[in-house]
C-alpha cells in the first residue's frame, strides 16, 4: 500500500509521464505487429503537393504565388478533374490566406462539398500561414490546430475549441470533415452537447480527455477544448500526388480512389507542416505530414460512428490503484515463495515480461493502462521484501555468532 500510494503520488506530479507516453508508444507500435490489420482506410484519398508538384506547376505557368505550395489555377484543375468522379468531401489542409482568384472562387460557389483550414492557436506560426482563406463561410471552415506533448509527439485529437478572431471555426477540420461525409452517408447530425457537459455523435457518447488520463499528467493550457485520444491507424490512407492528378497519368485508376471518398489535399516537403507521431522512431523521415495526421483523426471519428470502434479508454483512478496494487503483491508473493531458488531469477523475468506484454494486449481491445508504475511496483516491492526476508534471517545469526563469542 505504501508503494502503491507513492507511485499514485509521483504520477500526480507528472514524474512518470514521459515514462508512460514513450511506454504508450512502444505498445502502439508492437500492437501494429501482433494485429497486422495493415489495410488504409478505403474512405480516404490524400493528394499531396511535393518539390516535384511545385515544380510541375511552375513548368506549366499555373501562376504559383511565390512561398505558397499550390497555384489557384492548380487547385481549380483539380477540383474541376475531381468533380466527374462524385467524391464525398474535399478537404484543403493547405494554408490560403489570400483570396481565390475568380476562376476557383466560381467553382467553390457550387461545391457544397469543400472544407478549408485555418490555425486558432498556434503562436510560432506566422499570422499570414494560419489565417483562412478570405470570404470563407464558417460551414466550410475548420482548425488544422495539432495539440503536441512536450516531447513533440501527437497522441491527442482535438474536435472542439473557442473560435479564434481570424480563424472563426470552433470545429476542428477532422470533424468538419467526418460532419460532412457521415451527414451523406448516414444522414447524421452534427455533434451536440449534453445535459452533461459530455459530447454526443450517431448515438456515441465522446468522453472529453481529463488532464490525469492514463498516463497524462497535463497542465490546464494544455487541457484546453474537447479533447480526445488519437488512436492511429495501422497505416496511412492512399496517396497520390498532384502532379499525377492534373497530368493525367492516374485517369485510369481516379474512378475507384475519388468515387463516394473523402479527398484530402496538403502539403509533403521535408520541414513544412511535419509530425512526429507514436510511430516516430528519432529518424526525420519517420515523421508525417499534418494531412496525414489528419486522415487518422478523421478515420478515428468514422470508425466510432459507423464500424462501432471505440475510442481509447483508460481506467478510472480506483482501479488504476488497483491495479498497480495487485503487481505491487505479485512481486511480494513472488519473493516470499521463492526468494533463494535459483528460479526466482529465471521466474522474476518471466512475469516481469508477462507485465510488459499486458500494454499492447489491453491496446489491442483500445484500453490504455499504466505500464510504467505498474512495473516499479512489481520490482521496488519484490526488492525491498527481498532485503527485509535477508536482513530477518541475518541479525538471528549476527546475534548467536555475537552472544557464542561473548
Not at 257 to 276: A, E, F, M, S
Amino acid at each position: 500500500m505504501i508503494v502503491t500510494s507513492s507511485l499514485q503520488g509521483v504520477k500526480s506530479f507528472g514524474l512518470l509521464q514521459s515514462a508512460e507516453l514513450n511506454a504508450f508508444d512502444w505498445s502502439m507500435r508492437l500492437r501494429s505487429l501482433i494485429r497486422p490489420l495493415n489495410k488504409p482506410d478505403s474512405r480516404i484519398l490524400v493528394i499531396t503537393v511535393d518539390k516535384h508538384d511545385i515544380d510541375y506547376q511552375d513548368s506549366e505557368k499555373m501562376g504559383r504565388k511565390e512561398g505558397w505550395s499550390l497555384a489557384d489555377k492548380a487547385l481549380a484543375k483539380l477540383l474541376l478533374k475531381l468533380k466527374p468522379y462524385q467524391p464525398s468531401v474535399i478537404g484543403l489542409n493547405i494554408s490560403h490566406p489570400y483570396k481565390f482568384n475568380p476562376e476557383l472562387e466560381n467553382i467553390l460557389k457550387n461545391s457544397e462539398n469543400f472544407v478549408a483550414s485555418c490555425e486558432i492557436g498556434v503562436t510560432e506560426t506566422p499570422k499570414e500561414d494560419t489565417q483562412p482563406p478570405p470570404g470563407i463561410s464558417t460551414k466550410h471552415l475548420g482548425f488544422s490546430d495539432l495539440p503536441l506533448d512536450d516531447d513533440n509527439i501527437i497522441r491527442r485529437q482535438l474536435l472542439l475549441m473557442a473560435a479564434g478572431e481570424d480563424c472563426n471555426t470552433s470545429q476542428a477540420f477532422s470533424l468538419q470533415i467526418a460532419h460532412n461525409y457521415l451527414a451523406q452517408q448516414r444522414n447524421v447530425p452534427p455533434i451536440k452537447k449534453l445535459p452533461d457537459g459530455r459530447r454526443e455523435l450517431g448515438g456515441h457518447i465522446i468522453e472529453k480527455l481529463e488532464y490525469n488520463t492514463g498516463g497524462y499528467n497535463l497542465d490546464t493550457d494544455e487541457t484546453r477544448g474537447y479533447q480526445i485520444l488519437l488512436n492511429y491507424r495501422y497505416s496511412d490512407p492512399e496517396i497520390i500526388r498532384l502532379k499525377d492528378v492534373l497530368n493525367g497519368s492516374s485517369d485510369s485508376k481516379l474512378s475507384g480512389l475519388v468515387k463516394n471518398r473523402i479527398v484530402l489535399i496538403g502539403i509533403n516537403q521535408p520541414q513544412r507542416d511535419q509530425h512526429r507521431t507514436v510511430f516516430f522512431d528519432g529518424n526525420p523521415s519517420s515523421e508525417k505530414p499534418g494531412v496525414i495526421v489528419h486522415s487518422h483523426m478523421i478515420s478515428q471519428i468514422l470508425d466510432l460512428v459507423l464500424e462501432n470502434k471505440p475510442l481509447l479508454w483508460c481506467f478510472p483512478e480506483w482501479l488504476e490503484f488497483v491495479w498497480i496494487e495487485v503487481w505491487s503483491v505479485v512481486g511480494i508473493l513472488l519473493v516470499i515463495k521463492r526468494y533463494s531458488s535459483v528460479n526466482f531469477r529465471y521466474k522474476f523475468v518471466v512475469i516481469f515480461f508477462i507485465l510488459g506484454c499486458f500494454s499492447p494486449a489491453f491496446l489491442l481491445f483500445e484500453g490504455w493502462v499504466p505500464l510504467i508504475p505498474s512495473a516499479i511496483a512489481f520490482v521496488v516491492s519484490a526488492g525491498v521484501t527481498l532485503i527485509s526476508i535477508v536482513l530477518i534471517n541475518l541479525v538471528p545469526r549476527l546475534y548467536m555468532e555475537t552472544s557464542n563469542h561473548d
